[in-house]
Nanobody, 124 residues
Framework: QVQLVESGGGLVQAGGSLSLSCIAS????????VGWFRHVPGKEREFVSF????????TMADSVKGRFTVARDNSKNTVYLHLGSLKPEDTAVYYC?????????????????WGQGTQVTVSE
């Protein structure tokens, strides 16, 4: 069982930045690929980014490409999502999710473990 804890959310003005962290309880966290998703009530959960086990393979959603980056430090059991040039439409609860072999990285059902989420609010 892998437990994930996100942190780093908050309130920021448009154009600002935030850095989110996803810390895993699992000592073999390097075996897991990690996805980031976001959710706004009343909307579908949206894929944001993916990072593979080594950290050398990443995928970003078109909506955040060029603004967000993802990285990981397996020695710290941590994945980072840096949110830059934030827009009000980035407001959501952000979740990290882990899976050994996500079949389709953009689908939330491909992941086995989820954090509790962290709220990001971007004001005008």
């Amino acid at each position: 069982q892998v437990q994930l804890v996100e942190s780093g959310g908050g309130l920021v003005q448009a154009g600002g930045s935030l850095s989110l962290s996803c810390i895993a309880s699992e000592g073999m966290f390097g075996n897991y690929a990690v996805g980031w998703f976001r959710h706004v009530p009343g909307k579908e959960r949206e894929f944001v980014s993916f990072i593979n086990q080594s950290g050398r393979g990443t995928t970003m959603a078109d909506s955040v490409k060029g603004r967000f980056t993802v990285a990981r430090d397996n020695s710290k059991n941590t994945v980072y999502l840096h949110l830059g040039s934030l827009k009000p439409e980035d407001t959501a609860v952000y979740y990290c999710a882990a899976g050994l072999l996500p079949r389709t990285i953009q689908l939330h059902t491909s992941y086995d473990y989820w954090g509790q989420g962290t709220q990001v609010t971007v004001s005008e």
